[in-house]
């Protein structure tokens, strides 16, 4: 047997081919390398070992030409003459303790994170469905430990979600820039959040971080975040907006609140509109005359939260426009008009932001979506932890 070909088959570097044999399923005898052998005790560090004799490492490796194989790995056992402790060597591609190769408990890994359920693995591999499940779960420890020592992303996107009842909320810590999420801790409160703040890793360099118009949330960034400028969504800015309007209708047409095509033609943008949502529109507006400025108004601000690349110049007729528009909206005395007007007033400046950065949290929207579906895979997480795993694994 060529060592091209032993090395293609195992899959691993580090060993000598030595011979093939078939005893229910295919057994491949590879022997360590003598340059892999150990110089020196891993206790002590003694350069003295003695050979205690040939010694057989047996575990479960990659299926081979559609045959389950075992690699039997032939080595030494060493015994160093300083401490008198006994060991064997490190083997490339087999972990202490372990029953397989890490080559086929990826391969499990995979399988399971692709959405095959652990019942068809564990029936194909021959396996118990809890050695899948372990496999999965040491894996995305794994993946999930490396985030301690990742660095604060520049553009960060934060916002919340819902996990069950018992958990009712989540916050969702997105990196904007590389389309993946950073980390997801359960709550959404100050107190819930801190102590995971606290632990972030050069937190100077978050440049940019978009959150929905939550005051905790802001108050978080200024804290921990000091460098990085806020900026409002986009999406949440202009459903605030189209929510104070039309409450604002209903108050002035009570017959809006039983009649939902009104109110779809109402929100809706007028470049979009239909010819039948136009036909309503005017018929709304023949009954109820005093909702066409209030429509017009409603609009012509959702135009104003939807500008993008502005430059600095641009930013401050924007903003003049914006200030004229609030002055209006502050005049009238209806509650919801009010509470527009103290919102856009106390978030002026990363509304301003949002007109020159161009992302959003679309991305951590979209990312929600994945989580809704990961949770109903699983019928639900009554554990964080493993749902947080289970994020990392599929969306990090």
Avoid at 367 to 377: D, G, N, S, V
């Amino acid at each position: 047997m060529s060592p091209m070909f032993n090395h293609l088959k195992i899959g691993l570097k580090g060993y000598d081919p030595l011979q093939d044999s078939y005893h229910n399923g295919l057994h491949i005898h590879v022997e360590l390398k003598p340059a892999l052998e150990p110089k020196r005790c891993p206790y002590c560090q003694c350069s003295r070992l003695l050979s205690k004799g040939r010694y057989q490492r047996k575990v479960r490796h990659l299926d081979c030409f559609r045959e389950p194989s075992t690699l039997v790995v032939h080595t030494r056992r060493f015994l160093c003459s300083a401490c008198s402790r006994s060991f064997l060597p490190e083997l490339p591609g087999i972990r202490p303790g372990r029953q397989s190769s890490e080559l086929f408990r990826q391969s499990i890994y995979e399988l399971h994170h692709q959405g095959v359920c652990a019942r068809t693995i564990a029936h194909k591999q021959a396996i118990g469905e809890a050695t899948v499940e372990r496999i999965y779960q040491q894996f995305t420890c794994r993946k999930a430990a490396e985030r301690i020592d990742l660095k604060c992303p520049q553009y960060l996107g934060i916002d919340e979600h819902t996990l069950h009842k018992g958990q009712r909320f989540c916050t969702t810590f997105c990196d904007l820039k590389n389309h993946r999420i950073f980390d997801v801790q359960p709550g959404r409160s100050e107190a819930e959040l801190h102590d995971f703040l606290c632990k972030l890793k050069e937190k100077d360099r978050v440049r940019v971080v978009c959150i929905d118009l939550s005051s905790p949330y802001r108050r978080l960034i200024q804290m921990h975040f000091p460098n990085a400028q806020i900026v409002a969504d986009r999406f949440h800015v202009v459903r605030i907006l189209n929510y104070h309007f039309l409450q604002l209708a209903r108050l002035l047409a009570p017959t809006l609140k039983s009649n939902r095509g009104y109110l779809a033609a109402m929100r809706k943008a007028p470049e979009r509109l239909s010819s039948k949502q136009k036909q309503r529109l005017d018929e709304l507006f023949e009954t109820h005359p005093v909702l066409q400025p209030i429509y017009q108004q409603m609009h012509q601000l959702r135009e104003i939260m939807n500008s993008k690349h502005q430059t600095k110049k641009q930013c401050r007729q924007r903003l003049k426009d914006l200030l004229q528009h609030i002055k209006n909206i502050a005049a009238c005395q209806a509650q919801p008009m009010q509470t527009l007007a103290r919102t856009l007033s106390n978030w002026l400046e990363p509304i301003a932001c949002m007109w020159r950065f161009t992302r959003n949290n679309g991305i951590t929207e979209g990312f929600h979506r994945k989580m809704k579906l990961i949770q109903r895979r699983a019928y639900g997480f009554k554990n964080f932890n493993n749902y947080r795993l289970r994020v990392i694994a599929q969306c990090g």
